[in-house]
């Protein structure tokens, strides 16, 4: 690398013809030690004349204005002083720089002043000179015109065919024109070089002829932010000035239960702070996010001027009983008719003598364990609808159903037999349903048959029949001869007649659930009486939780239907799931709403059943110490019908006391699934299956998991075969019989450890091996038996009140003299439930 390569560049001055820049060295040095070379350069602003216009060629003076101040010398440049920092003088070049600039822009400034004004005066000059020309030429006359006739026949000769002389060109002529008047210029105002603006100034430039005749060109464009906020401000003057008190707007306000703040805020239209501050007033701390109750609600929106509408989640939920149809809409229906009796008293066949069926020979046992629905059409083309309930204790639910949707309960009694249990019970139910009833005496064929008796015992329950000049019908038939139907036929008729049965058909349907089950190729099915309304295929119902629409409809006989009027049972296939014996079939207008009632309902179940009491220490114990005490029968049961199912758990129930007590895990309806043996296997419980069998999936299952499978056709068999196996696994109950009493006398030790005791017999005997109580003072001290059993020396089998006798206990006890011993025999007893 050469020296020259070497040297330092950075002050070497700039090349040029004339000597524009001034420059000149800066060292800076820093506190961490490096330093650093600044070229400092002076400029000096170029002065470049009118272009176009040549230099010598001066336009001529401007008048002479007024003699303006001379502009101020600069001040002498200083001298460097002795002893300087480089950081003083980078200062002192810069400040020297700056004072420089400054000089030269204001004379630049005043230069570019008196070019403009001279301008100006030049173009005032021209325009001048070219007004009074225009004005001379305005003056002078024009020449006449001449004839321009000969000049267009011209042409239109030689298209003729008229050749011009030759030699002989036409002359050419002229028509004067006069001059286009040219626009005058707009005389510009002048500008003083005070006047300018500081954009101006800031952003002046070079003089050109178009910055001089178009001053304002140059000027800076308001910005998009600038002209929104000048509209901004316009409208708010605008409001400002038309600004009055607005009428306040009274709103529908609806509130629920529980409501936040904020939220009730945004329904009243008000400021959310605005009601945090109204309840601070009412001594309540909240904040807006905070949930308030419904009354509060309805403080805060009657002082702000609103009206309230109060709204429960219980209005999802459909009310039947608000709509009542008018007169006007009521039609004569068919009555219904529930017969109710003991079991074994021949309800089903006399169902069977009306309807010309054989119901009974395909139930179980010969009994009826299914609610079962029915219409018959008489001689006289009336129509009558019959409810058939079980007579068997464990059905209550099923008759209690039966009576509450009935117009008309038959009570059968057999007149062999007398009233039993289940006909009282059935005499309960129809008072509590406050329906008339009709006293059918059947088995009227029979030699035993003595209808005075029950007419007499009917007396006892407050049941006095027309012969017995009461106002309760009575008619004695027999299912067997057919004796008696005609007449119990036309009692019915009366009656329904007597009571005016109407319902409004043209309406949308509400039934009542009578039973439901699991088919297993059609899936739930529900026997249903129509309340009102008429049911069609397609309706969109709701029933419980379930919702669904109605896929198709049987009647009593298995044959398909398209509608169902008022009074008439039929098995509606559609609905979700199967529903609960006795819930309320209800049509609504669409599958939205029927969802949200369905899941309303479930929400509400699901609360009831996972609710429980609120918990203390009292009853946490007393909890736990039942439960330690009481033996748990775990059970699984599937029913092919609903009631049945429901009659199954109660009667389970009622079969558990304070020692042992039935846990049914689950209950349903339909075939015996894998999910039913899983569970029944995980828990050890058994599966009762009552009319239903297991699936094949199932079956394989029980086989592997060997799970305890007990099948019934017959409920009383089931409860019995249950009751049995509780208590085998309650076990023999234990019995005691105290045999006889002593007192300790004396203490004597008998070998290393025990004790012999020397008692004085005061009751009853003393054998060895019994069991014995040790008591001091009426204190239980030990339970243990008689090991040994002495009189004198000699060990004997018994010793009798009176006698005195030593004894070792079979337990190492904390025997004292003054002690009493108890002796008992214990006797074990098979229990039953």
Not at 267 to 285: I, N, P, Q, T
Request: aromatic fraction near 2%.
């Amino acid at each position: 690398m050469s020296d020259s390569e070497n040297k330092p560049t950075l002050g070497r001055k700039p090349l040029g013809l004339k000597k524009s820049v001034e420059a000149g060295e800066v060292k800076q040095t820093f506190s961490h030690g490096r330093t650093n070379k600044v070229v400092v350069e002076v400029k000096r602003r170029k002065l470049i004349g009118k272009p176009g216009a040549p230099e010598a060629a001066a336009p001529p003076p401007p008048p002479a204005p007024a003699p303006a101040a001379p502009a101020p010398k600069p001040a002498p440049k200083p001298s460097a002083p002795a002893g300087e920092t480089p950081q003083e003088r980078v200062a002192r070049l810069q400040r020297e720089a700056e004072e420089a600039r400054l000089a030269m822009l204001a004379e630049q400034t005043e230069r570019e002043a008196e070019e403009r004004t001279r301008a100006l005066e030049e173009e005032r000059r021209r325009a001048e000179e070219n007004r009074k020309a225009e004005a001379e030429a305005a003056a002078k006359p024009a020449p006449a015109p001449e004839p321009v006739a000969e000049e267009e026949a011209a042409p239109e000769k030689a298209d003729e065919g008229e050749a011009p002389r030759a030699g002989a060109p036409a002359p050419r002529r002229f028509t004067p024109v006069a001059a286009p008047k040219r626009p005058e210029p707009a005389a510009k105002k002048t500008v003083h070089p005070r006047d300018k603006t500081g954009d101006q100034r800031r952003h002046a430039g070079k003089l050109t002829v178009s910055r001089a005749l178009n001053e304002d060109e140059g000027a800076r464009a308001r910005s998009l932010a600038a002209l929104k906020r000048a509209r901004e401000k316009e409208r708010r003057a605008h409001f400002a000035g038309q600004s009055q008190p607005r009428e306040k707007q009274a709103r529908d306000v609806i509130v629920p239960e529980a409501i936040t703040v904020q939220e009730l805020a945004n329904r009243m239209a008000e400021k959310g702070a605005d009601l945090v501050k109204a309840l601070f007033k009412m001594g309540m701390m909240v904040t807006v996010n905070q949930t308030i109750d419904a009354d509060t609600a309805e403080l805060l929106v009657e002082e702000f001027g609103h009206n309230i509408q109060r709204v429960s989640e219980s209005d999802v939920d459909i009310d039947t009983a608000e709509d009542v149809d008018a007169p006007e809409t009521l039609k004569a229906r068919p009555p219904v008719v529930t017969i109710m009796g003991h079991v074994d008293h021949g309800k089903t066949s006399l169902l069977d003598a009306l309807r010309g069926t054989d119901v009974v020979k395909g139930e179980a046992g010969g009994i009826t364990q299914h609610i079962g629905a029915y219409q018959i059409k008489t001689k006289g083309g009336d129509l009558i609808t019959f409810l058939d309930t079980p007579g068997h204790e464990a059905f209550t639910e099923m008759r209690q159903r039966g009576a509450n949707v009935t117009d008309i309960v038959i009570l059968v009694v057999a007149g062999d037999d007398g009233l039993m249990p289940q006909t009282v019970e059935a005499i309960n139910h129809t008072k509590a349903a406050g329906v008339p009833m009709i006293v059918a005496i059947t088995k009227a064929d029979k030699p035993e048959f003595n209808a005075q008796k029950i007419r007499e015992r009917l007396l006892e329950h407050e049941i006095v029949v027309e012969a017995m000049s009461g106002d309760v019908q009575d008619v004695e038939v027999s299912a067997k001869t057919g004796a008696g139907l005609d007449q119990l036929i036309e009692k019915i008729l009366l009656q329904a007649e007597l009571m005016e049965l109407k319902a409004n058909p043209d309406r949308a349907a509400e039934a009542t659930v009578i039973e439901a089950k699991l088919d297993k190729g059609k899936g739930p099915l529900a026997t249903v009486l129509i309340n009102r309304g008429t049911l069609k295929t397609g309706d969109i119902l709701v029933v419980g939780t379930h919702s669904g629409r109605v896929r198709a409809m049987l009647d009593d006989k298995g044959r398909q239907i398209k509608a169902a009027p008022p009074a008439m049972p039929v098995e509606v296939l559609g609905i979700g799931g199967v529903p609960m014996a006795g819930d309320t079939l209800t049509v609504v207008e669409s599958e939205a709403r029927a969802r949200e009632v369905a899941a309303y309902r479930q929400e509400k179940a699901t609360a009831k059943r996972t609710t429980s009491a609120p918990a203390s220490l009292d009853t946490m114990f007393s909890a736990l110490t039942a439960k330690q005490n009481v033996i748990e029968y775990p059970v699984v049961v599937k029913s092919d019908v609903q009631g049945s199912t429901e009659a199954i758990v109660n009667a389970l129930h009622k079969l558990s006391n304070d020692e042992i007590k039935v846990k049914v895990l689950q209950s349903g309806v339909g075939a015996i699934t894998e999910s039913d043996v899983t569970l029944a296997s995980a828990s050890g419980a058994p599966i009762i299956g009552f009319h239903v069998r297991p699936n094949a999936k199932a079956r394989e299952m029980i086989e592997r998991h060997k799970v305890r499978m007990k099948y019934f056709d017959v409920i009383y068999h089931l409860t019995d075969d249950v009751a049995k196996e509780m208590a085998g696994i309650w076990g023999p109950e234990r019995i005691e019989h105290v045999v006889g009493r002593a007192e300790v006398k004396e203490v004597f030790p008998a070998g290393k450890r025990d004790k012999a005791a020397g008692l004085l017999v005061l009751e009853g005997y003393i054998k060895k091996g019994i069991n014995a109580r040790l008591t001091r003072q009426d204190v239980i001290i030990s339970k243990t038996t008689i090991a040994s059993l002495r009189r004198f020396k000699d060990d004997v089998p018994e010793v009798r009140a009176g006698l005195e006798c030593g004894v070792v206990l079979a337990d190492p006890n904390d025997i004292r003299p003054g002690d009493h011993l108890e002796v008992f025999e214990v006797e074990e007893r098979e229990r039953t439930l």
